[in-house]
């Protein structure tokens, strides 16, 4: 059986592409995999904190000494990360806000990459210690960044890739929402180039 994690984050909140093209994308896999869960973790509608001193300091500490603000941050890091151990397929749907992922799913990474437990060094190398899982992350964008004079400052695509391959989410199909501030027709076209790349990974998925 499989089990979908569906991880959405855009402040764009109901306007969001990345949220509709992850949402649909999510949605009709599920319908394609008899059986299949899915749990979804809208972090706009429910932002994590940034992380503080209770999570930073507790989570270094042995689980019946900590304070139960630390207790507490902890075991919300321990929630996030059940959720990606549950899951065998991960989505993930990211809008570019200053260059960068939103600090939503941002402050979510903080939480789930954590030293000794989602990912490890081995002789100086990092080693992801949440492996075997399939990845698919939707970015949207108002530039192009895929080509041209802003892959350069792709920050947000490189950004998620390296932290998803930091924790062992190493398998990552992309599919990229770009160039909406160009005009109307820019706009189509993305969102229909968007259209076709969710049913060509479906095809894919099947
Ligand atoms: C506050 C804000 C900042 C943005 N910053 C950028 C940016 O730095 N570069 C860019 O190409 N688009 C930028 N955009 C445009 C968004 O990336 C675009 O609206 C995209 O569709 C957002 O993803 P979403 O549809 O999932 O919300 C920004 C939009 C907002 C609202």
């Known amino acids: ?16 592409l990345s949220a509709r093209f992850a949402g649909d994308f999510a949605r009709r896999l599920r319908q394609q995999r008899p059986g299949a869960t899915l749990t979804v973790r809208d972090l706009y509608a429910q932002p994590p904190a940034h992380i503080d001193e209770a999570y930073i300091v507790g989570r270094g500490l042995p689980a019946d000494t900590r304070t139960p603000a630390q207790a507490a941050a902890v075991a919300h890091a321990e929630a996030l990360i059940a959720e990606l151990h549950a899951a065998d397929t991960v989505v993930i749907g990211s809008g570019m806000i200053n260059f960068g992922p939103p600090t939503q799913l941002r402050a979510w990474f903080d939480y789930v990459a954590w030293p000794g437990v989602t990912f490890r060094y081995v002789e100086g190398k990092i080693e992801g210690l949440l492996g075997g899982k399939k990845t698919y992350l939707v970015t949207a964008s108002g530039g192009v960044f895929s080509n041209g004079p802003r892959a350069a400052v792709d920050f947000q695509s490189n950004y998620l890739k390296y932290l998803l391959g930091l924790i062992g989410l190493t ?11 160009y005009g109307p027709d820019a706009a189509k076209a993305a969102i229909d180039n968007a259209q076709t790349a969710v049913q060509a ?3 894919k998925a099947a």
Do not use: Y
Not at 1 to 15: A, D, H, V
Not at 171 to 181: F, K, N, P, Q, S
């Open 1 to 16: 059986m499989s089990n979908i994690l569906l991880i959405t984050s855009s402040p764009r909140g109901t306007e969001s």
């Open 171 to 181: 398998d990552i199909e992309h599919m990229r929402v770009e160039g909406l501030a």
């Open 201 to 203: 990974l479906l095809a």
